[in-house]
């Protein structure tokens, strides 16, 4: 069983900087893609930020030039360093992580895809 665990949600004035983290934990053999995704009242979910295991990042337009995404591949974790925040970034942030695990005997599991709970970031004016 893997699990993804989010942190450093909270609430921020306009103009200030917050840093998420997501840590996976399990029998996990290799984490690909990670990824940051949030979810605004009455939105879709959208992409934030992805991240491959070789360190190649992607942004959403909307965030590109304040959001930065990093890992720590010995640790299974991502961040997101979040500066210059806006009223607009107010969401549930969600981290998502794609996962090779292993079973209880260390067999080897098909490619999964994976969700935290979900952190509230609120940006007031």
């Known amino acids: 069983q893997v699990q993804l665990v989010e942190s450093g949600g909270g609430l921020v004035q306009a103009g200030g900087s917050l840093r998420l983290s997501c840590a996976a934990s399990?029998?996990?053999?290799?984490?690909?893609?990670m990824g940051w995704y949030r979810q605004a009242p009455g939105k879709q979910r959208e992409l934030v930020a992805g991240i491959t295991s070789g360190g190649a990042t992607n942004y959403a337009d909307s965030v590109k030039g304040r959001f930065t995404i990093s890992r720590d591949n010995a640790k299974n974790t991502v961040y997101l360093q979040m500066n210059s925040l806006t009223p607009e970034d107010t969401a549930v942030y969600y981290c998502?992580?794609?996962?090779?695990?292993?079973?209880?005997?260390?067999?080897?599991?098909?490619?999964?895809?994976?969700w935290g709970q979900g952190t509230q970031v609120t940006v007031s004016s």
């Open positions: 399990g029998n996990i053999v290799r984490v690909n893609v």
């Open positions: 998502n992580a794609e996962v090779i695990a292993a079973d209880s005997r260390w067999r080897l599991l098909p490619s999964g895809n994976y």
